[in-house]
């Protein structure tokens, strides 16, 4: 499914054009969140980017 609803990151205002702002000329971005999968392979390793840890790589050496 392809989403064409866009919102304006300077004035919050949505739109369907995909380059630009209808009302201010901002730079416009998709302001739905990604897909869940409940079977994410890499969830553990967004997760520990998300912490700032490096708690996988320890996992792997030990």
């Given at each position: 499914m392809v989403w064409q609803l866009r919102k304006c990151t300077s004035c919050n205002c949505y739109t369907l054009n995909k380059l630009v702002c209808h009302?201010?000329?901002g730079t416009v971005k998709i302001p739905h969140p990604a897909k869940f999968s409940?079977?994410?392979k890499y969830m553990k390793y967004r997760l520990a980017m998300k912490r700032g840890s490096s708690e996988t790589n320890e996992?792997?050496?030990h």
């Open positions: 009302c201010c000329g409940p079977d994410d996992r792997n050496i």
